[in-house]
């Protein structure tokens, strides 16, 4: 499989408000600071993590909705912060974004058909009305929504949560896009509904071997769809490898403790959290060392001195970390 | 479901709220008890009345509620028949007490934690200020909080920390059963893994009952002994938490586990339970489930079920039980 997408050296700082006569130097939150990874054609690449540790702000850097401080993204071989503005416009095609919050990631005064039409009038799909709602019927018949007549004309408000969000891939999927980031697709949804949208991401990726970003806090979800996920924690990857390998046997202390705290729906399957110290605003100061040591248990002096660089341990398995 | 140990026992309890259409019923005829120093989950999918259940038990219900019938035995009294004044003074905070969803937002900005968890103590016990305060410091010791940072205002805490002066709150007045709602949903994994410890080691040291109410199947089949499934508005499945794990008796909790994916299973595809939750404005006839059932036949449409023991302490609402062979893949 090619790769698709080559993300190299990402950072991306944001700037923390100073104050008016402040004359310490700017400080700045990393939120991804150095990430390298490449997601290849047809594949679920999954970042997991906790709140914080910029997975989203990837995923948003990515698509270009944001700016990065420095480091290079390629799509498709080329460059996507150096395209020319056709090019841009064709990018905006090809990448799509999946939101958290389908309630809030629709137009409420719009029906399902006139907020998906938008994106099909923008990228000029469909010469009149009549071709845009063909469109649209297909999608949504192959998202599950059937008959499609019975949501066209409906507002967001009277779908259920579940359904919210299978319009909101339609309104990606009808554009035709090569590579969507799906952020959070399901963590707003009950668990019972959640394996339809799974099936429907399932389903267009054999179909059009579309190619996923899935960012997520849910491990489970990871090792029953991903085929390769990155851990980060703070700004950083941490692990890196094929997602049921690493799910089942991580080898860096984040993830370790990460994935022992995940409960299990099985009883005799008690969570033992590791230990692990504070909680991760602890690790906000930058000093040079691993951004995990002030948490970790295995911690030495060299973790504090020298930060690690992911190594592999095993066939396409990476982890950063001078104790593994 | 008697017990000779039952701390609560609620009965037929029917609470709908009023709405310029009609009646919402959130809770319809709904049965659940609680032994002593023992630890009940309370699963379902969001809008099946799971929430309006804990709000019915310590009675912080909105004003457009309406309880129609039921009762609410705790400790042998009927907290139904307790006027509301009588309900504050013995029950609620110091008997039965509540981690709210979102609580830790609820914290007072402007007041240190240490005085808002006096200010509980205050309002319901003649103790002085200075008691009141070693109290204070005493419980966020025992929620793994420095007694020192009492002082510090809730801004001054993570997300987790806030969690845990929230439980100190609601353990101020020794209370015999909390209820948790959504205790850790907009928490991290590994800080959730910690405060789920934390209530299960109080739990046992404390000699309290918990309810553990929430979305979460995982968390609930991981922290309760006993594990009651709401559909709806009603039990649809209760049991001991293995019991109804490896050998549900109801098609919805068969469904709904087969929906979660396991961290430590195998891979398996996901499975998903078609349609939606019916309305509880006008649910329709029969088994609320039936319309997403895919074992329903005519009986389900027409008649109700009702809870029927299968095995010891094992409860299921199901025309179709004796007959249906659900294997978990597990």
Redesign the interface.
Known sequence: MDDLIVVKDLKKWFPLAAGLFSRTKRKYVRAVDGVSFSIREGEIFCLVG??GSGKTTTGRLILRLETPTSGEIFFEGRNIFSLSKRELKEFRRKGQMIFQDPFSSLDPRLTIFDNVSEGLIIHKIGDNREERLNIISEALESVGLHPPEDFLFKYPHEL?G??LQRVAIVSALVLKPKFIVADEPVSML???????V??VMLDLRREMNLTFLLIT?????V???GDRVAVMYLGKIVEEGPA?DL?DAPCHPYSQ???????????????R?MQ?KG???MSLETFSGCKFAPRCMLVDEKCVREEPELVEVSNGHYVACHKA | MLHGDSLLEISDLKMYYGTERGWVKAVDGLFLDVHKNECVGVVG??GCGKSSLALTIIRVLPSNSKIFSGKILFEGEDLLNLPEEEFRRKIRWKKISMVFQGAMNALNPMITVGEQIVETILAHEDVTRKEAWERAEHLLKLVGIDPKRAKNYPFEF?G?MKQRVVIAMALALKPSLLIADEMTTAL???????I??LVSDLRKSLNLSSIIIS?????V???SHRVFVMYAGKIVECGP??EV?YTPMHPYTF???D???????K????????G?PPNLLNPHSGCRFHPRCPFAIEKCRKEEPELKMFSQNHYAACHRIEELELNRR?
């Open positions: 906790e709140t259920s579940g359904q009950d668990m019972s509904t959640r394996g339809a799974i099936k806090h849910d491990l489970g979800l090792k029953y769809i049921e799910i403790a990460l994935i022992s705290a995940v409960p299990s729906p099985d009883p005799k399957k008690k969570i959290v692990i909680d991760i605003s | 999918e969001s993570s987790g991290d994994v590994i800080v959730q893994a910690q789920v410890n979305h979460d199947i995982p968390l089949f991981n922290s938490t293995e794990c469904l709904l586990l929906s979660v994916p396991d961290v430590r299973g891979r398996r595809s996901l499975s998903f339970i078609e939606a597990v």
